[in-house]
Every structure is written in C-alpha cells, then in structure tokens.
C-alpha cells in the first residue's frame, strides 16, 4: 500500500473516493457552512440539497455518500460531532469510518480533503498525521488465509491532500507526514504477525522474524533457545515453555541509539504464543483469542523497527520472552518452585498466571545486561485488566511520576489511552510467597493488575520502570468490535507501538 501526501486539490485528483468532514450543525445552521463548497461544487450543488433536507447532520461517525455528476468516484462525508469537542482522535475515528463505508466496492485509491478536518485546535500537522493513521490503520485486513476472489483487492493508495488551502505548507509538514507513515506502515507490519495462529507463529518463528527485521532495517539480533536459557538459569521461560513441544525462546533486538552516551530504554514483551492456562487450563469460551498472548512480544518486535527507521535518540534494547502455555505430562504444574536468572525463587500458585513468570527472567536480564535507564514492559498479562479498564484501554503501573507523566503525555498525542494504577505495600505483600520470594498468584483474586505488577516489579530492582498491561485494548473481539475505534479493525491492534514510539521520539506533538 502507498501512503502520502499530495499537494494537489483532493477533489481534482481522480481518486475513487474523496473523504470529507462536517461539524454538527445548529439549530439555525441552514446555510452549507463555507468550508464545504469545494465539495458542493463538485457534487453539483447536491451537497446544498441534502443540507436542506437535514440529511446532513454533522453527528459524529454520520456518514453520506455522494456519487459525482462528473463521474469521478465518490465523495464520502463523515459526520465529525460538535466543533467544540473536537480532537485529533475523533478525526483519526473519521478517517477509518469514512474508507471503510467505501472499502471493497472497487475503491483502489482514496484521499482526505485536509481543510475540513482543521481547526484552531487540530493544527494542520495534528490533522494530517491523525488522517494518515486513520487511514492507514482503518484499511487493514488480515487476508492471509482469505481467498482473493472474496476480499477483492482492497484499497491500494491513501492520500492527504492540502489543496489551496494548505499547499504552501507542504515542505514544512512532509517530514510529520513521512514519520506518521513509518509508523503506521510498523503497526500494520506488526499486526500481521501479532495476527498468526499459535501453529505458525511459534516462539522459533517469531526468532526468524527478529532476524529478519533486523537483517532489513539495521538491527543487532541475538536468539537464546532452550540449551542457552538452561546455561543461563531462565528457569521461568524454561518452565513455562516445558509443556509444549515448540521450544521457548528468548529474543534480544539491539538498536544502537541515534546520540551517542545517550540513554538506553529497554523494552520487554510477552511473548506467549498460545495461552491454554497450562495445567491450570482455563475454561474453553474464547480461549482462541489467546493466540493474541504475543501481543507485547509483537508490539516490542513493531516498536524496534520504527525506532531504527525513525531513528529515535535513545539507544533502545527489545526483549521478547517467548513460550508456550500447554498442559501436558511435561507441564510446569501448581506448586512448583522456580529459580530465575537473577537467583530469585518463584511458586507457582496458578499456572495460568506464566506472564509474569517470563517476564522475570526477561526483567532481570535486562537490568543486569543493559544497565538500562528505562525499563517498559508490554503483556497482554491479567484478564483483571479487562475487566477494570474495558478493551480500548491499557493500564499503566509505575512507582516513578515522571516515566508515568512522559507516556501519558505519549498517549494524550498518539489516541492510545493508558491509564495510570496505583502500585502500593499492599500489592508487594499479596505476592511474598511462604516457600519463595515470591508467587505467581494469590488463591483467590484480588487486585489483579497490580499483584502482576508488584511481581514484576521483584524483578527489575531499582530501575525506573513502568509495566503496560496490555490485556484490553491488544485485540477486538466479535462481542466488542463495535464499540472500538474503527482504525483498530478486525484481530490484533498492535496496541503500544504507537504509544512508545512517540515516546521514544521524545516529542508531544
Ligand atoms: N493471558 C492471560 C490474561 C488475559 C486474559 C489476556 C484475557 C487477555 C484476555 C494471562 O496469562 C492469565 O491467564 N492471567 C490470569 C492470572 C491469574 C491466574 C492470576 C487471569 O487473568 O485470570
Ligand atoms: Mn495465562
Ligand atoms: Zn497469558
């Protein structure tokens, strides 16, 4: 697919569908407001009728088509809402809801009109890049598995024109525009893989993806398989690994960082690549989404190779923890006792609780290498999460205010919402085990997140650290699509490499 922006007037352009948007109107709006003229003219003055008519409403997600006299595609109208209430989330919604009602139906190529989605708040940069992403994320489909004949060939070509209104600033919105597509392009690239069925996408495949990223955008890879995880005493991966016959992984994804003396943020993923529970097996309803237990792993293989095309300041270690979670007679099993890489015991109390479990190894081999100033982690880790938070939202857990208020304000620019937990004594002393130092899970539920976060956060010391648990918003399901953004489309979101990214860039925008 090709993404970009063009100079030239959207209406003009030969496109198979022009988006639009319009604000809600007034009680005693009956004039077409002036920034929808171009559209008018180019409808044949059908826009002004169907405003009369009230067809036109402005209602947010609202959307009209018009088919053009002059038999250049169509024009595509998205109702934005109140002008007031305006951001560059609901123009990112807009942008999806406007190609997707076109999707499918012999529409190759579509461009958004910039003007009417500008306003004082939404800046021309904030409108173009959140186009982009709306665009760029609302087209995609999983079509692996599809036949082509059923899906057709889908859109090829997504544009944001400035037209006069705008042309003059093309030079200086390029590079917005060029680094919104790198990283639209990373989260489409990571959604495809995060999307794999656990019978393909095994922690030996997601190795090969690591090394294959790396081979292509400049990358320093490194592969621990299970004789290394054994030498180096990853009792946690092993464990959690054992009971299937994929081997587990650890994977390393070196990027050297664009300052030299810079600092070094590690991130680090869960990569389990299919989640039955284990000997703890979890009841059989949607079990099939736990195909999507990669997410973190996936997000953190995105978040590197945006990092290395975008070139972002920091140096930027990836730690991917793979494994898969299966009952079997070689199974980790309730009440077993672990060592980790940096010495620490682990009891396991729930085998389905083997997030953390990874993730330990993967934390304390990341302090204790790295010596990072920053450690984030992504895992798709507590069902907790989701029912706390809904699934359009990540939670945030760290004890440091500043490394909380940077991603917040990531997440404020990006539309990838987080939102923060508070970590307490409370939730270090429900994880202290009799038997170890401390337990993958308490007997009975409470404080789900934030017992899985106290628990990680055994693992990394005194690092500055913040855990993302990713549960929710990772990937939509057949119950909830309707009530997600539509850019997040069908399976996994690739939620976090939006987040991050920007926070690597270091830039709100
Ligand atoms: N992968 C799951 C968490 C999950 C649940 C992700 C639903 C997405 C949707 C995780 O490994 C898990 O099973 N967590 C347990 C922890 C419990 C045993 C302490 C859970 O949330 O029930
Ligand atoms: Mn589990
Ligand atoms: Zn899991």
Request: proline share 4%.
């Amino acid at each position: 697919m090709k993404i970009g922006l063009e100079r030239r007037e959207a209406l003009a352009a030969g496109l198979d569908a022009v988006v639009s948007g319009v604000f809600l109107r007034g009680e005693k709006d009956n004039e077409l407001p002036p920034t929808l003229s171009k559209e008018d003219a180019a409808t044949g003055k059908q826009l002004t009728a169907a405003w009369k008519r009230k067809e036109v409403r402005g209602k947010r997600g609202e959307i009209t088509i018009f088919h053009r006299p002059d038999g250049v595609g169509r024009l595509v109208l998205v109702g934005l809402g109140p002008r007031a209430t305006y951001n560059h989330e609901i123009a990112r919604r807009a942008a999806a809801e406007g190609l997707r009602a076109v999707r499918n139906r012999g529409t190759r190529a579509v461009g958004y009109r910039l003007a009417p989605f500008v306003t004082e708040l939404v800046t021309t940069e904030a409108a173009s890049r959140a186009l982009i992403d709306g665009g760029g994320l609302g087209s995609y489909e999983f079509l692996r598995y599809r036949a082509a004949t059923e899906t057709g060939g889908g859109v090829e070509e997504i544009t944001v024109h400035l037209g006069d209104e705008f042309s003059r600033e093309e030079a200086a919105l390029r590079r917005a525009v060029d680094q919104q597509v790198t990283i639209v392009e990373t989260v489409l690239w990571t959604r495809e893989i995060a999307n794999l069925p656990a019978d393909t996408a095994t922690p030996e495949r997601l190795a090969e993806e690591a090394r294959r990223l790396a081979k292509e955008v400049g990358l320093k890879v490194t592969v621990f398989d299970e004789t290394k995880l054994a030498e180096m005493n990853c009792g946690g991966i092993l464990g959690v690994g054992n009971g299937s016959t994929h081997p587990p992984r650890m994977i390393v994804v070196e990027y050297a960082g664009g300052a030299r003396g810079g600092r070094t943020v590690a991130v680090v993923g869960k990569g389990i690549t299919f989640d039955s529970g284990g000997i703890s097996i979890k009841p059989g309803l949607a079990m099939s989404y736990m195909k999507f237990d990669k997410s973190g792993a996936c997000a953190v293989l995105g978040i590197l190779r945006a990092a290395a095309l975008l070139k972002v300041p920091p140096r930027v270690v990836g730690i991917l923890a793979c494994a898969e979670n299966l009952p079997s007679a070689t199974a980790y099993r309730p009440g077993d006792v672990i060592r980790t890489y940096n010495g620490k015991t682990i009891e396991v109390i729930n085998t389905d609780a083997e997030g953390r479990v990874v993730l330990s190894d993967a934390l304390a081999y990341a302090v204790e290498k790295f010596h990072p100033d920053e450690v984030i982690d992504l895992a798709t880790l507590t069902g907790a999460e989701v029912i706390a938070l809904g699934d359009d939202t990540a939670a945030l857990v760290t004890p440091d205010d500043r490394l909380a208020q940077g991603l917040l304000d990531a997440s404020a620019a990006t539309g990838e919402p987080l939102w923060r937990l508070p970590l307490t004594d409370y939730h270090r002393e429900l994880v202290k085990s009799e038997i170890a130092d401390v337990r993958n899970s308490t007997e009975i539920s409470v404080a789900g997140v934030l017992q899985g976060a106290a628990f990680l956060e055994a693992f990394v010391g005194k690092t500055p650290w913040a855990h993302l648990d990713i549960a929710g918003p990772a990937y939509t399901t057949l119950t909830t699509r309707k009530y997600q953004p539509a850019y997040q489309g069908a399976g996994a979101t690739a939620f976090g490499v939006r987040v991050i990214t920007r926070y690597l860039l270091g830039a709100a925008r």
